[in-house]
């Protein structure tokens, strides 16, 4: 069963910008805090923003003022709009939903490519 959709990856130059989306097949999708989360081989998985049900977000310290997480609960899709991308932004993106206390769907990921 597949949830949570991620589209929009792709290949970039450094200083441009690139719009992910996540689509969520979920049956309240509005209740759900959700995330965007980066990963690249090697490395942990990293929290990248997140939006509450109140529209309340949260980011990471290395793309505070570059990123901008939101969501349209009326299409159950959370986006999260990247500009002024650097090459350490290459991962690859993976969107989560929560509930309560901890991240319960995930989706598959799509890849971000950043060139220099």
């Known amino acids: 069963q597949v949830q949570l959709v991620e589209s929009g990856g792709g290949l970039v130059q450094a200083g441009g910008s690139l719009r992910l989306s996540c689509a969520a097949s979920?049956?309240?999708?509005?209740?759900?805090?959700m995330g965007w989360f980066r990963q690249t081989p090697g490395k942990e998985r990293e929290f990248v923003a997140g939006?509450?049900?109140?529209?309340?977000?949260s980011y990471s310290e290395s793309v505070k003022g570059r990123f901008t997480i939101s969501r349209d609960n009326a299409r159950n899709t959370v986006y999260l709009q990247m500009n002024s991308l650097k090459p350490e932004d290459t991962a690859v993106y993976y969107c989560a939903a929560k509930w309560w206390s901890s991240y319960d769907y995930w989706g598959q990921g799509t890849q971000v490519t950043v060139s220099s």
């Open positions: 979920l049956r309240t999708f509005s209740g759900y805090v």
């Open positions: 939006i509450s049900r109140d529209d309340r977000t």
